[in-house]
């Protein structure tokens, strides 16, 4: 046998298992399963729960901002937030930077 007949019959697998590329479809729709139900679902859900609790802010909630302020919700408008920091200082903040409720009456997670 020469070279280019190895490598022929290398290139068709000749000598692979029959049903190998069944099995190999099988594992994969497996995997994506795996992977859908530990990762993909679970992070939808708690998208869904975040964009909940933006949408039902009130003034008065205790909230804390992707960066770490904490704060006093003081007025709401379409895409932001006026919080109430420290005495009379308050700043404006996208809507979407909040990620926490600190009020009293929140569930503790």
């Not at 190895?6 to 190998?20: D, K, M, N, V």
């Amino acid at each position: 046998m020469n070279t280019l007949t190895i490598t022929l019959l290398q290139a068709s697998g000749a000598g692979a298992p029959a049903g190998g590329g069944t099995s190999f479809l099988i594992m994969m729709v497996l995997l994506f399963g795996i992977m859908w139900l530990f990762m993909i679902r679970p992070q939808r859900k708690q998208q869904k729960e975040l964009e909940k609790f933006r949408s039902e802010l009130k003034k008065g909630d205790k909230v804390v901002t992707a960066g770490g302020i904490y704060g006093t919700v003081d007025e709401i408008k379409d895409r932001s937030v006026l919080i109430k920091v420290d005495g009379d200082v308050k700043l404006r903040v996208d809507k979407n930077s909040i990620v926490r409720d600190f009020s009293e009456d929140a569930p503790k997670a």
